[in-house]
DNA sequence: TCGATTTTGGAAAACGTTATTAAAAAACGA
DNA sequence: TCGTTTTTTAATAACGTTTTCCAAAATCGA
């Protein structure tokens, strides 16, 4: 391997001065720069990044917190993630938490150790929030929370999410407006505050159109599809007809889709159904659904970019930006 | 943050002592080891692993290449190249390369000035691989490919895969058994190596079986949603006549279950279908997809624990590790 | 032309580990 | 008791950069 000192060698000039040149904090005569850059290219010269890292204290990876990576809206805000990073000479260490809190401290001690600029996290225990983002915040690690925020809004830390509230609000009075009178509702872990702020869109939209919220009509889920196939057989158990269900992601919204059909009911025909998410697959499933697309890609390039601000600028990034999201009409709905 | 050197003062020891007793190859007392050890613990050490690696020259980071993180095989493979990587104290850098050479050749680039102690191929360019793999080699970069191997086998670099033609020619005769004559196939892009294979071995079933190869049912696709959705169309427009379809994965399955729909045919009543993957929703879609079911996280699994074999032996794995799939029979076929 | 200023480049320390070599201390054998 | 072996620990040099400070050379102004 080719070093910067076989390169000054070679050069006749010191290795601080090769070392400027390659970073472009070069400030002497032109005709060493060219000289200097012409014999690192002959002799193919890669950087250690691991003896930068540890010289400059900028190990130029960022990780990336998610509760499951399984769960197809995380890939594409990984995308995101990804595609910011790598276009600001980033790497991307991956950490799927399976929302186990052990596991998060595990990763967070591991990025800690090495030094990683940043970290963007989606979900995370209260545990670990508790016991580690204060000593991170003091170890001036830049950070930034993406969709699932925690509530505490007076730390230093940027968030980007959309108003989960509004948008579920949304989903809901487009039901609404559908005519449906009687609409179930499968939330995310209401330990979650997604969740909640779901819920509490749907509750506010049969409120504001003085519609009851019935108990009955409310399911707690998990995310994952096969929640949302258990949650439709409890509420068809509960026998308390409904016309309409709003489940909170799409995940869920397909395992309800699954019951449904199981149990000889059609869509959108006999029950209308929403979600939420807006991943690729809730155009192609059978039949397409209606759900509220998010902007998840942008949501993911946007923590990085806020993220990567943070870290050049060494300030701590703690803007907070709502995207916006957008009922997609499809054909898991019909007017009553 | 404390260092060696600190805990080093703290205990009368000399820097070199403290490290060898972290690292667990120290041979001296037990009393300075246990003294050292508490020391170390009530300073609340961490170690640098960015000073450790540039010394050992061991990053401790494996990183995984993948063409496109948000194709659902992809996660769940990923899953388990992290969790074997997270028991064994390594980090995972994510590179979705989207098929791109240049991305490919950008990803590479760093990992080679990161020193990642091994990677862990899915999918690689024609391009990358003549150009890259020789030079990584040279430089004793450890290995894996996974999924989606290339053809030269004389290469000290391991490979984990499925038998792919053996697994299609099972798909495609659990049709021919239903008495499926007329069997369309939608293969996945075919200049990789996996849709060839599946291609192959849908090919021999029907040769095996006395049926005719016509080219007229064969149309390529990209493994991506939409191109299964296109190829029903074109094969629909084609007007020959088919009563079955081998998909080569389970996206372009449900993308042509959308388009079967759009044109009014029933499945499995009309058209039978059969998958590939066995990614988790297959069973959650409408008809639920029989489909050939990979150990997708089994072998991320075996990938990383090999190629962390490898780099703790020093030597470049080179097993060829061949797992098993099944055909799980769902609602989407039906007997002829 | 000579002092002041700017430009250009070098010297050397530092980042926090690990690895190698060798010395000091302890234990041992006769 | 004294040399020999074994155990325990220290000293020191890396790993390959970046950074800070300073000197030499060149340019400039009057």
């Not at 702020?197 to 108990?215: C, H, S, T, V, W």
């Amino acid at each position: 391997m080719v070093r910067i000192i076989d390169i000054a060698e070679k050069a006749n000039v010191s290795p601080g001065t090769v070392s400027k040149i390659l970073k472009g904090t070069y400030t002497g005569s032109s005709e060493t720069k060219d000289r200097v850059l012409k014999i690192a290219k002959e002799l193919g010269y890669k950087p250690n990044l691991l003896a930068s890292s540890l010289r400059s204290k900028k190990s130029k990876i960022i990780a990336l917190i998610v509760p499951e990576i399984t769960v197809p809206f995380f890939p594409e805000l990984s995308r995101g993630v990804e595609d910011e990073a790598r276009e600001n000479d980033y790497n991307v260490i991956l950490c799927s938490s399976n929302n186990d809190p052990v596991l998060e401290a595990k990763y967070l001690e591991s990025l800690e150790r090495r030094w990683v600029d940043g970290i963007i996290f989606s979900r995370i225990t209260g545990d670990t929030f508790k016991e580690r983002i204060p000593r991170l915040l003091a170890n001036k690690m830049k950070m930034v929370f993406v969709d699932r925020v925690p509530s505490e809004n007076d730390l230093p830390i940027a968030r980007v999410e959309i108003n989960n509230e509004k948008e579920a609000y949304k989903a809901t009075e487009f039901l609404i407006r559908l005519g449906h009178r009687d609409i179930a509702c499968i939330t995310g872990p209401l330990n979650t505050r997604i969740a909640q702020q779901r819920l509490e869109g749907y509750r506010k939209a049969l409120k504001d159109n003085n519609l009851p919220i019935r108990g009955e009509f409310i399911v707690e889920g998990t995310f994952k599809l096969d929640s949302g196939f258990k949650a439709v057989n409890i509420l068809l158990d509960r026998n308390i007809p409904f016309t309409a269900i709003f489940a909170c992601n799409d995940l869920m919204a397909i395992g309800a889709i699954k019951a449904l059909r199981k149990r000889n009911l059609r869509i959108p025909e006999d029950i209308s159904i929403v979600g939420f998410d807006g991943i690729p697959l809730s155009e192609y499933i059978e039949p397409s659904l209606t759900t509220v697309v998010q902007p998840i890609y942008e949501m993911g390039r946007t923590a990085a970019k806020l993220l990567l601000e943070g870290i050049k600028s060494g300030v701590e990034p703690k803007d907070h930006i709502i995207l916006e999201a957008k009922v997609e009409v499809r054909e898991s709905t019909k007017e009553l």
